[in-house]
């Protein structure tokens, strides 16, 4: 029997993956981290809030700014990086049970014996459907904003880490949220959890 989870989770934008996160945490009765609890741990340390948001799942790009900015842009992402890198490592070295969503997780984590790794994805209809009403957008605001968001994901990912964002072959498990709804895939997947804890 394990002492320890880690769970490092992927998702596609409107595939619930959040909301399915927060459903696993709270059942396993372990600490969900997520963009906004991050930046409070890190902002907590001195650095800027509004700095942590515009460094967030964004890949170092050193052809997109002006000469004179481009290594203060570089540093600040590479520092908002390393510190987030660290934490989770730290908190992983330290014994906590977590669930971490995206920050390359699967990746900075790689090679822990407890940790899984899950990407959630979804059906393009249901994803733009729960967007729409989540958002209050229209259907082609919706689609936009998806693949906007993905596109970041996708970049920041593949930037950091060997295996591609998305790919079932560099996740434990891959599942479509719309198959079994979002209280069934986290039922789901917190048997599957379960299972593997149990495994010495």
Not at 73 to 96: P, Q, V
Not at 144 to 157: A, C, L, P, Q, W
Request: with cysteine.
């Amino acid at each position: 029997m394990k002492n320890q989870i880690i769970i490092t989770l992927g998702r596609e934008h409107g595939s619930g993956g959040h909301y399915i996160a927060d459903m696993i945490a709270q059942e396993l009765g372990i600490k969900l981290y997520d963009k906004d609890s991050i930046e409070k741990e890190i902002v907590s340390e001195g650095y800027s809030g509004e700095m942590i948001r515009k460094m967030d799942e964004k890949p170092v790009n050193f052809f997109c700014l002006a000469p004179h900015r481009q290594v203060f842009r570089i540093l600040l992402r590479s520092t908002w990086r390393k510190k987030t890198f660290a934490m989770l490592r730290d908190k992983a070295a330290n014994g906590e049970s977590f669930l971490i969503i995206g920050r390359c997780s699967d990746r900075v984590l790689k090679g822990n014996p407890n940790m899984l790794s899950i990407f959630i994805c979804g059906n393009q209809q249901a994803k733009v459907g729960r967007v729409m009403e989540k958002k209050g957008l229209s259907a082609e605001d919706a689609i936009e904003e998806i693949k906007e968001v993905d596109r970041s994901r996708k970049s920041y990912h593949n930037y950091y880490c060997e295996t591609k964002w998305g790919d079932a072959r560099g996740y434990d498990m891959t599942v479509k949220s719309d198959v079994l709804g979002f209280e069934g895939t986290a039922k789901m997947l917190i048997a599957y959890i379960r299972s593997f804890m149990e495994q010495d």
